[in-house]
């Protein structure tokens, strides 16, 4: 898949977001290395601490589909703002967990676009690791 037609997913995604609140829509879509891909969008709620973000409604989703941190190949977070999507400090440590350091993440606005990933967006991150 390209990284194009990622956006694509995304952006479709995107569509199905519930943002009565921030009026701040975003989507994502997780591509796994089987070419099985799952959208996600945001999913606000008056108790703003019940927000759902894009990025972890489409990983959630994969992982509840079976699909696990080795199986993820990329993922695209796209929104409609001016500025790129880029994830907030949850769904960073989240994705930090949950896909590989060096999965392609292609962040989006309807304009431009860029790729990175989750060791670049959070360097020196916590995870099970320092659990042990």
Do not use: H, W
Request: net charge negative; hydrophobic share 40%; aromatic share 8%.
């Amino acid at each position: 898949m390209t990284d194009q037609e990622l956006l694509d997913l995304a952006f479709k995604a995107l569509e199905n977001a519930y943002a009565p609140y921030s009026n701040y829509r975003v989507g994502a879509c997780v591509l796994c290395k089987d070419g099985k891909t799952f959208p996600g969008a945001n999913i606000e709620n008056a108790s703003y601490g019940a927000t759902n973000c894009a990025e972890r409604t489409a990983i959630f989703s994969a992982y509840a589909n079976g699909y696990r941190r080795d199986d993820i190949e990329a993922i695209a977070i796209v929104c409609e703002g001016s500025t790129m999507a880029s994830p907030c400090g949850i769904c960073r440590q989240v994705l930090s967990e949950l896909i590989p350091g060096d999965a392609k993440m292609i962040l989006a606005n309807r304009e431009k676009s860029m790729v990175t990933n989750i060791e670049a967006l959070l360097p020196l991150s916590f995870g099970s690791k320092d659990l042990q």
